[in-house]
């Protein structure tokens, strides 16, 4: 008898700010066209939280008691919140503190864990491990990013990939043996200085230089990030379905991070994934970062079939990467 315990997702729920930024609006800003965008990024539009004195907390929170209201749970039966972001509200307290504040939830250990667009897959692999030490039995994982609030809106290598959003799911113990099999999480810090914050840390701490060196806001080196990551991400991919002797006709969907619509499709074509399963919804909300995987399987859900075969991959700064498999627990309503 297998006695271990298997993780699996339970719900999920998101939250997307209504401001809607087009490629036409930011040709009006910034030297480049809607062709531009679309053919290169596959990028059409974008959700931003406009309201300055909102932070990433606000959307998570929504997004939590999104998900609280479709389990019709109270906020004191969570045990467990992870904030997956690279753009906390604040340095400290962390955002799940804050989002803890919102809900009103006064009985979970909550913290932060910050890997970029890597960050979901590493807060989920925390949270399953609570459900799997038998003590957590309702952990929240949220990924939220209000990635505009470090965007250079006059550069247009970089302010046309991102938006803002929050997505967040419940981890419970599974019934059987659906859920959460396995995650393979790595990191390379070859990527250091590909893509960065370079200020506002300990290291390098807000200073009138800082601000006017335009240091607070985001940098890659888009080029060779993009080759990193479409080897990193199917990689990581194939890995996964050596290692469990999956074949691509086993895999119901590939869930992968939303960077560029054409690493997602290098992605699928590496690991011959037809992309009719890969999940895509880069069109709609850019890169929200920590928030790209959740966003997919939120907006898949009602697709998705108990004991269905699904990869999540994903890739960002660092660099750090994964991928997640998993055999989803329950059909739709
Ligand atoms: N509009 C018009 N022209 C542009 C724009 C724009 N918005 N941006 C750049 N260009 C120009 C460049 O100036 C360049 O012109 P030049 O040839 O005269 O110098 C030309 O277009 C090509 O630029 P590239 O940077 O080579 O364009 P590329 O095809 O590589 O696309 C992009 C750039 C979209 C950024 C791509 O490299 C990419 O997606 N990189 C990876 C992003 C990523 O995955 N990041 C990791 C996750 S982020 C995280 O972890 C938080």
Redesign the pocket.
């Known amino acids: 008898m297998n006695n271990q315990i298997y993780p699996c997702i339970t719900g999920v729920a998101a939250w997307l700010p209504p401001d809607r930024l087009t490629n036409e609006l ?1 040709a009006s800003m ?4 809607h062709e ?2 679309a053919s ?2 596959g990028i059409e539009e974008r959700r931003i939280l406009k309201d300055k004195d909102l932070g990433t907390s606000y959307m998570a929170s929504h997004a939590v008691m999104n998900l609280l209201e479709k389990k019709g749970m109270e906020a004191d039966e969570v045990e467990v919140i992870i904030c997956a972001t ?1 753009t906390p509200d604040m340095m400290f307290p962390n955002t799940a503190n804050l989002i803890c504040d919102r809900i009103g939830a006064r009985k979970a250990l909550a913290f932060d864990m910050l890997s ?3 960050g979901f897959l590493y807060a989920l692999e925390t949270g399953c491990n609570y459900i799997r030490s038998g003590r957590y039995k309702k952990v929240i994982v949220v990924g939220a990013d209000k ?1 505009s609030s470090i965007t250079d809106y006059e550069d ?7 938006g803002d959003a929050a997505a967040a799911v419940l981890l419970e113990p599974s019934p059987d043996e659906d859920g959460i099999i396995d995650t393979i999480l790595r990191c390379d810090p070859v990527g250091k200085d590909l ?1 960065y914050l370079k200020a506002g840390g300990s290291a390098r701490p807000a200073s009138l230089e800082t601000v006017q060196n335009k240091e607070h806001f ?1 940098y ?1 080196d ?2 060779r ?2 080759k990193y ?1 479409v080897q990193g991400m199917a990689a990581v991919s194939q890995e996964m379905m050596q290692k469990h002797h999956l074949t691509n006709e086993d895999i119901d969907y590939l869930i992968p ?1 939303q ?2 619509l ?2 997602i499709e290098a992605t699928a074509q590496m690991t011959n994934i037809p992309l009719e399963k890969v999940t895509i919804n880069i069109q709609k909300y850019g ?1 929200t ?1 920590a928030a790209t995987i959740p966003l997919c399987i939120w907006e898949w859900e009602n697709d998705f079939r108990k004991g269905q075969n699904i990869l999540l991959a994903a ?3 660092g660099f750090v990467w994964g991928a997640t498999y998993l055999r989803w627990a329950y059909n739709p309503d």
């Open positions: 930011l910034v030297d480049t066209s531009w965008i290169r990024t690279i970029a667009c890597a990635m247009r290598n970089s302010c046309i990939l991102f893509i985001f890659q888009g080029k990030v993009f990551a991070h960077a560029n054409r690493i890169n970062t890739f960002g700064a």
